[in-house]
């Protein structure tokens, strides 16, 4: 059989960087040709991939990127949203597989998250659909770690707070929330007055030369509860995505009512969410525990206790790898049929680069 010609396009960033290892890790790159493009290096030295064009292109050259049978990007938004749409006008239908938010919600596109909504995927390939697109990373980190209690279709609502690492931001804000604590180190003598340690931390912090490019405000020893723009309801734009993306995803009737308040955390990589989920009806803990730890091959159930917590629920305990931890599984005061947990997740790998990957080998070995 001919191998597909497969265009790879802002593999360079972060997501596209942990994309580009897990393919390799899999040896995704055997299944395909490969070429590389790129925005502003075009006649370099492509990434040493088997099968793969040993020079990168010009990723705005349309008719080079039609002769792809799929293409990947995860080059953002704005790119997308000039591309896409010159291609299809050239008559192009190829798959379009991309990490950006911008064609998410728009009903040609297909957002994948393939454990929990393949048959829905299956359904848009046959039906023709030919953009598939990564839900936000919180989402599909979240709905991994709860697919237990959605496929028993036992909840009626779910609160959620997002603590979300600064690497969601992109790698320029991990750099500055790395130079920040440098500065403090550098600059704030610790004195054996923890008060006058705290204030001089602070005082700097607060002060007009110190880096904060990213976030408005320093993210070294602070969280910052807004992520994205605001919106008419008072939702973060990140908060509305939430809603919006899951119950896209799902592939039931009646929609899963949710929204929460997303938390920068100063945490460098991995994104952690903590529930309030009301249930249909009681169900035991065992059970529940029974429906996550069972769902899929990459929830990590997490006893309720500091040692286990400590070991497996922290953003540091799951960063790199595809383990998404699920834990502090309580039952509340609320009521009976209103249970907490908390979970988290690397947001690069499952929140981003794993569903992309997955879905390329679906449409170049299936389709
Ligand atoms: N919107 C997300 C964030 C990006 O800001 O954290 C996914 O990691």
Known sequence: MLKKQVGFIGWRGMVGSVLIQRMTQEQDFNRFNSVFFSTSQKGQIAPEVINGNAIL?????????????????CQGSEYSQRVLPQLRKLGWKGFWIDAASYYRMEQESMIVLDPINRKKIDAALNSGIKNYIGSNCTVS??????????????????????????????????QELLQQTAILDRDVVATGDILETEKAIRLKSQSEAFPCMNFMTAMAFNVLPFIDTVLPNGQSKEEWKIQAELNKILTRADLIAIDGICVRVPVLRAHSQA?????????????????????NPWVRFVENTPQETAKYLTPMAVT??????VGRVKRTNLSNRHIQLFTVGDQLLWGAAEPLRRMLNICVMEQ
Do not use: F, H, P
Request: aromatic share 4%.
């Open 57 to 73: 292109q010009d990723a705005y050259d349309m008719k080079l990127l039609t002769e792809m049978n799929v293409l990947v990007t």
């Open 141 to 174: 980190l979240m709905m991994l770690a709860i697919q237990g209690l959605i496929n028993a279709d036992l909840i009626n609502w779910i609160s959620v707070m997002s603590y979300q690492a600064v690497s969601g931001a992109g790698a320029n804000a991990m």
């Open 275 to 295: 529930l309030t989920i009301e249930l249909k009806k009681t169900v035991s803990l065992r059970e529940i525990e029974t429906l996550l730890s069972s769902a």
């Open 320 to 325: 790199d790898t595809l383990n998404i931890s």
